[in-house]
């Protein structure tokens, strides 16, 4: 069985812990927190070497770090990964574009919001990265005028991997109101039988 290392209210973390919901299985999980250095420890340090979750440990040891090569590797061959090539690059593309384009102006503002004191000079940062926030926002509510889901009408692991963030913008002061193709989006992904919530903690 594979082990994560997750910290529940980790957007990364949870896109791990949505899909391996969505395919039903099972798996180890260790919470890891963040804002007490349990992931700078020695012992974590030695599973990945930049001290930051999520990080899946295969049954052999090995373990993969960042989010989305883990859900490349979880989802690879599974309902969730398209096989035709143009396709699945299609799904890259998406993959990339949250990771540059979306995660540092969705998931580091609502960071710095939740996380981090009033008086924190990060707050100082936060009207240029909710700009480009929603400037992301507004790139996806254009595609998403046309597409059911990222990628035509197939659920793949390019909408787990937005869905993450981007469901919870408001929490980093985003409001997702003008965004009537993104919130139509969400609704698309949370239909699926086996939707958890970013609250979802595994026994």
């Known amino acids: 069985m594979v082990t994560l290392y997750d910290y529940l209210d ?16 099972p798996y180890r999980w260790v919470e890891l927190d963040i804002m007490q250095g349990q992931t700078r420890t020695s012992k974590f340090l030695a599973k990945n070497a930049n001290g930051r979750i999520p990080t899946l440990e295969l049954e052999d040891g090995i373990c ?8 490349w590797y979880l989802g690879e061959g599974t309902a969730f990964d398209p096989q035709d090539r ?4 299609q799904m890259l593309q998406w993959m990339f574009f949250e990771q540059y384009s979306h995660e540092p102006f969705v998931a580091t503002p609502r960071f710095i919001v ?18 480009q926030g929603r400037a992301a926002l507004t790139v996806m509510e ?12 197939r659920h793949t692991i390019a909408d787990i991997a937005l869905y993450a963030y981007t469901h919870v913008a408001h929490e980093a002061t985003l409001d997702l109101t003008p965004y009537s193709n993104v919130r139509a989006w969400l ?9 958890v919530p970013i609250t979802y903690r595994p026994s």
Request: aromatic share 2%; charged share 25%.
């Open 10 to 25: 980790s957007g990364n973390g949870y896109k791990v812990r949505l899909l391996l919901a969505l395919l039903g299985q």
């Open 86 to 89: 143009l396709v699945r690059a």
């Open 114 to 131: 939740k996380h981090l004191p009033a008086d924190s000079p990060r707050r100082a940062e936060l009207p240029k990265r909710l700009e």
């Open 142 to 153: 254009s595609h998403l005028g046309t597409h059911r889901f990222l990628i035509g009408e």
């Open 64 to 71: 993969i770090a960042e989010s989305n090569a883990i859900l």
């Open 187 to 195: 609704g698309h992904v949370e239909a699926h039988p086996r939707h």
